[in-house]
């Protein structure tokens, strides 16, 4: 199966940019359906962005959309996460997770491989 990794994270004031990437390795990345996730402290992880894996179909948060893009890259086993317009309320630890041949969820439990998360931390 797939090994995720993310990186990107960071400090960064309020109103400003940042990108997130999820790098894959060890299995064909293109099969698999892939998601963002976040978890802030004291509260649930929750649904940020997916990527479906054929035909690239996207969803997205509430409260993201309009401000974050998810993309991906199969030649080099990559997702993105861009993010603009950030504000504190989008300040988690972010994950990048896998589902196989999967459907696009915004469920958690759906996913079963997890990278370890970075951090993003907006300030105001």
């Known amino acids: 199966q797939v090994q995720l990794a993310e990186s990107g994270g960071g400090l960064v004031q309020a109103g400003g940019s940042l990108r997130v990437s999820c790098a894959a390795s060890?299995?064909?990345?293109?099969?698999?359906?892939m998601g963002w996730f976040r978890q802030a402290p004291g509260k649930e992880r929750e649904f940020v962005a997916g990527i479906r894996w054929s035909g690239g179909n996207t969803d997205y948060a509430d409260s993201v959309k309009g401000r974050f893009t998810i993309s991906r890259d199969n030649a080099k086993g990559t997702m993105y996460l861009q993010m603009n317009s950030l504000k504190p309320e989008d300040t988690a630890v972010y994950y990048c997770?896998?589902?196989?041949?999967?459907?696009?969820?915004?469920?958690?439990?759906?996913?079963?491989?997890w990278g370890q998360g970075t951090q993003v931390t907006v300030s105001s």
């Open positions: 997770a896998a589902r196989q041949f999967g459907s696009l969820t915004t469920m958690s439990n759906d996913y079963d491989i």
């Open positions: 060890g299995h064909t990345f293109a099969w698999y359906t």
